[in-house]
């Protein structure tokens, strides 16, 4: 057996033991594609996520495998999303003669996106349901898609791929070999001024040689557009439409994938596609491009503008009091974060500063790599539609290194958008949380929160951990399983809330004093000088800016003198009022006697 059939064997047993979970362990990553120029015949294997789509027996279009039983490809390929005599073909390499590597299956469900517009060509999408999973092979992969935070600038490399016309009315020759061809990125302002401004919209990317002579042609539609990072393929754009083919300052035109990460997962709730964030080097070119009725690039707000400052602690959506179980619904722990290895949730986490993520040590003693972890904020559900999640790569991982028990900061390769879903909880900065503290763990295990995984809460009490415990923090038993591990321990403190410790499954200290269970953590506080050096100047809670507000307010106020920085303290104020209620006893019984 040569070399070549040795990786060929050693791959597909490795695809074959990890088909079960998530695309990103295998997406986009052919064993058997070495390419590097194009405008050939694709050799077998190069494009294992080539699709051709079939009515009584002739090709029609193309598509992409995004995981074990669902396809991507164009809605003008599928508009009347009839299944009626629909085959699909994977692992082909030819449309005639015989094809080894292959397999077929029916399609049982299509769904176009429901913002397609057969006139404009705008949200060209679909998917297409296979009646039965397949199996990975050398030759039958799925490729990855893009994160919605993805840049794909001017100039990046693109591979087309497709069973299409050669050019204008020239059929592709016997035996009709799947081909290839590479193709620059052609940005949205050059392509605009091309097409025509009001043509090409934001949810469309083009790709082309200025001089033409490489591109898409009728019957490559819904056919994958890729590019390479590192060691990934990613989908830029699937086929949809253009002038001609390959003419001179026409650029094909395709889908762009980046905008429907949303869309894709609300309708793929399980084993789903395996999203990358695919970062452009360098500048934009394009933001030099002008041409008549092209409206100028965005700028940066002017100067006079100020942005409203990051705050920490705040949960627009919360109204807990007490209890635990399901979180009913989204945004209730905007700060939780879904650690993903390889595309799967191996724990949790907290958004803890607009660029980092805060988890347990543990969670990474056998996988320290930050390419293998993802961080998903937004999300509550595991298997479930989230329409307000957002998937962030994670370029660094740095580890405290103390005795016993230690955390970990990862680094977000991009600045996730704020709202009340998606917010950073304080870190504990030598706060109290005295016996009695009422506060709450969340966390996603296996185990519990339905078929769906649903995030699940529980409400604990901070109890007394014993003289010898000084960097602990104590609270009442709880169900704490693997899947939770790197999630908070939280209570709040005047409107916003801390985070007092980081859970850990694996050493959460429990233990009883008499007949009471205890859970012990490690405080937040005992980190403070590797966190301060991790994540940076500590988020000021959202409570802090109001009081200041507040402050600020009564000292401007007309009136009589006040204390305490414009305000009654609390102690005083109650003095007071304890006193007035004194005299007004005392005057009462008076008028009684």
């Known amino acids: 057996m040569d070399l070549h059939n040795v990786i060929s064997v050693a791959t597909l047993l490795l695809l074959l033991t990890t088909e079960s979970r998530s695309q990103l362990d295998v997406c986009g990553r052919p064993a058997l594609n070495t390419r590097i120029v194009g405008g050939q015949p694709a050799p077998e294997g190069s494009w294992p996520w080539q699709v051709s789509l079939h009515r009584f027996g002739f090709h029609f279009c193309g598509g992409s495998l995004i995981n074990s039983q669902w396809v991507l490809t164009a809605a003008h390929c599928v508009k009347s999303a009839n299944t009626n005599n629909l085959v699909v073909y994977l692992g082909r390499e030819s449309q005639e003669g015989s094809n080894p590597n292959e397999v077929s299956r029916t399609a049982t469900q299509i769904i176009n996106h429901p913002d397609y517009n057969v006139v404009t060509n705008d949200n060209d999408l679909s998917l297409v349901k296979l009646s039965s999973p397949v199996t990975f092979t050398s030759y039958i992969l799925p490729v990855c898609l893009p994160a919605a935070s993805s840049?794909?600038?001017?100039?990046?490399d693109t591979w087309v791929t497709g069973w299409g016309n050669i050019g204008s009315g020239v059929v592709l020759p016997s035996p009709q070999n799947l081909m290839e061809v590479e193709v620059p990125v052609v940005a949205n302002r050059q392509c605009r001024c091309d097409y025509g401004v009001d043509t090409i919209t934001d949810n469309m990317i083009c790709a082309g040689l200025r001089t033409g002579g490489k591109d898409s042609c009728q019957g490559d539609s819904g056919?994958?557009?890729?590019s390479k990072q590192d060691s990934q393929w990613i989908l830029a754009g699937v086929v949809s439409f253009g002038e001609g083919c390959a003419l001179a300052k026409f650029p094909g035109v395709y889908t762009r994938v980046s905008r429907y990460q949303t869309w894709i997962n609300s309708h793929i709730t399980s084993n789903r596609p395996g999203f990358v964030t695919f970062s452009s080097e360098g500048t934009d070119s394009d933001l030099s491009v002008t041409c008549a009725g092209l409206p100028p690039p965005p700028t940066t707000l002017p100067p006079t503008?100020?942005?409203?400052?990051?705050?920490?602690?705040?949960?627009?959506?919360?109204?807990?009091?007490?209890?635990?179980?399901?979180v009913a619904t989204a945004g209730v722990w905007p700060w939780m974060a879904s650690l993903q290895k390889n595309g799967s949730h191996a724990c949790g986490g907290t958004l803890v500063s607009v660029d980092a993520v805060l988890s347990d040590a543990k969670c990474f003693s056998s996988s320290p790599t930050a390419s293998e972890w993802t961080v998903v904020l937004g999300r509550l559900k595991q298997n479930g539609a989230n329409p307000f999640e957002v998937t962030l790569n994670v370029t660094n991982i740095t580890l405290s290194n103390l005795t016993g028990s230690n955390v970990a900061v990862l680094h977000l390769g991009s600045l996730p958008s704020l709202s009340d879903y998606i917010q950073p909880i304080c870190l504990d900065n030598g706060q109290t949380f005295g016996v009695g503290t009422s506060c709450w763990a969340a966390g996603w295990s296996s185990g519990r929160g339905g078929e769906e995984r649903v995030l699940q809460e529980f409400q604990v009490s901070v109890v007394e951990c014993g003289t010898s415990a000084t960097d602990s923090i104590c609270t009442g038993d709880f169900a704490l399983e693997q899947g939770d591990s790197g999630g908070p321990l939280m209570c709040e403190q005047d409107g916003s809330w801390f985070q007092a410790a980081v859970l850990s499954a694996e050493n959460n200290g429990t233990r009883r004093r008499r007949a009471e269970a205890l859970k012990t953590f490690t405080k937040l506080d005992t980190f403070k000088s590797f966190l301060s050096a991790a994540v940076g100047s500590f988020l000021s809670p959202a409570s802090?800016?109001?009081n200041s507000t507040n402050s600020t307010e009564a000292t401007n106020s007309t009136g009589p003198p006040t204390t305490s920085g414009g305000v009654l303290s609390g102690s005083s104020s109650s003095s007071f009022l304890?006193?007035?209620h004194l005299l007004l006893l005392s005057l009462s019984l008076r008028l009684f006697l």
């Open 305 to 326: 503008t100020t942005s409203k400052p990051v705050v920490c602690g705040n949960a627009p959506r919360n109204s807990r009091l007490a209890g635990g179980g399901l």
């Open 223 to 226: 056919s994958p557009l890729v």
């Open 578 to 580: 304890f006193l007035l």
């Open 544 to 546: 802090a800016k109001n």
């Open 151 to 156: 840049t794909f600038y001017s100039g990046t």
